[in-house]
């Protein structure tokens, strides 16, 4: 039972533009949400998060929108760089779980100079 | 501040074996909890441990087992070692005050190898 997908394992973008990532979720007991970007051999690190109170939540050249009614929130990166090529996470949190996180299986995101 | 820090970072153990990993917080976190990473199954919650008392266990079985010391540092512990435990073991700390949300920061993880 996946209750946090991420349906495009891969997202090919060009320098300045636009990366838009998205995730599905499930479980209406979800009421924190994150994002982390992960290099090869390295741990997740964390990018930008949102209460379920919340429908955006932005910083820096990362914003992250939530739509409660559709269970569905998506990571915009603008102006995206090269540096930006990582896998990317969505994950969620119950309000009674403490730091229980339920992830998606990642999107490789790949900026082209 | 000092990040997360996972020892060691690589660990080669023979099918049967056991193996301990080690994991320091960062200074004034006091949660931590593990996670396995695997091509397959992707990142899967292990447990996690907070003020030494383990709040929260994931669907693991009793092979997997962890304690938390008074300082937070935590430790995992793999019994009988089995050639699907060959994963990369991600450890995260939270400050995980429950009135308000606190993102976990992740280490660099312990990569073992089961042969």
């Known amino acids: 039972d996946q209750q946090v997908k991420q349906n495009s394992p891969s997202l090919s973008v060009q320098e300045g533009r636009i990366s838009i990532l998205n995730c599905d979720y499930t479980n209406s007991m979800f009421d924190y949400f994150l994002w982390y970007k992960k290099y090869p051999a390295e741990g997740p690190t964390f990018l930008i998060s949102?209460?379920?109170?919340?429908d955006k939540n932005e910083d820096g050249r990362f914003t992250v929108f939530l739509n409660k009614s559709a269970k569905h929130l998506s990571l915009h990166i603008v102006p995206s760089q090269p540096g930006d090529s990582a896998v990317y996470f969505c994950?969620?949190?119950?309000?009674?779980?403490?730091?229980?996180?339920?992830f998606g299986e990642g999107t490789q995101l790949t900026v082209n100079p | 501040k000092a990040g997360v820090t996972q020892t060691p970072r690589y660990l080669i153990k023979t099918r049967g074996q056991q193996v301990t990993l080690s994991c320091s917080p960062i200074?004034?976190?006091?949660?931590v909890s593990w996670y396995q990473q695997t091509p397959g199954q992707g990142l899967q919650f292990l447990f996690e441990y907070f003020s030494e008392t383990q709040r929260n266990k994931g669907n693991f079985p009793g092979r997997f087992s962890g304690r938390q010391f008074s300082n937070s540092r935590s430790e995992m512990n793999v019994s009988t070692l089995e050639l699907g435990d060959s994963a990369l073991y991600l450890c995260?700390?939270?400050?995980?005050?429950?009135?308000?949300?606190?993102?976990?920061?992740f280490g660099n993880g312990t990569r073992l190898t089961v042969t």
């Open positions: 949102i209460s379920s109170i919340k």
């Open positions: 995260a700390s939270s400050f995980s005050d429950s009135s308000y949300n606190s993102p976990l920061h």
């Open positions: 994950a969620a949190r119950e309000e009674t779980s403490g730091s229980r996180l339920t």
């Open positions: 200074s004034g976190h006091r949660s």
